[in-house]
């Protein structure tokens, strides 16, 4: 029904910036959330930033001042930027949906690999 792949990611340096992004396919609403979360080894996955339309955004309490995401309505896709990167900043970023109405239906990427190390 919903399709998001994202692209980038990769190996990068401590202190180095990288963009993830995501495209996403099948019925996509303005107000339905898309945004980040990212999951580390033995860790839970958890929120790294995500717009639920207009400027509504939400971050993880770790990302704030650190990430921006960005949300082109009419294409579809979500980008996010992530600056000063840390060696604990390693994990997989996974691309996320989930439709503001009913059924409230939630789609995920495959996710993409994220190293941060010297």
């Known amino acids: 029904q919903v399709r998001l792949v994202e692209s980038g990611g990769g190996l990068v340096a401590p202190g180095e910036s990288l963009t993830l992004h995501c495209a996403a396919s099948g019925n996509i609403g303005g107000t339905d959330a898309l945004g980040w979360y990212r999951q580390a080894p033995g860790e839970q996955r958890e929120l790294v930033a995500e717009r639920h339309g207009g400027p509504i955004v939400y971050y993880g309490d770790f990302a704030k001042g650190r990430v921006t995401i960005s949300r082109d309505n009419a294409k579809n896709t979500v980008s996010l930027q992530m600056n000063n990167l840390r060696p604990e900043d390693t994990a997989v970023y996974y691309c996320?949906?989930?439709?503001?109405?009913?059924?409230?239906?939630?789609?995920w990427g495959q996710g993409i690999q994220v190293t941060v190390s010297s």
């Open positions: 996320h949906y989930k439709q503001r109405n009913w059924p409230m239906l939630e789609y």
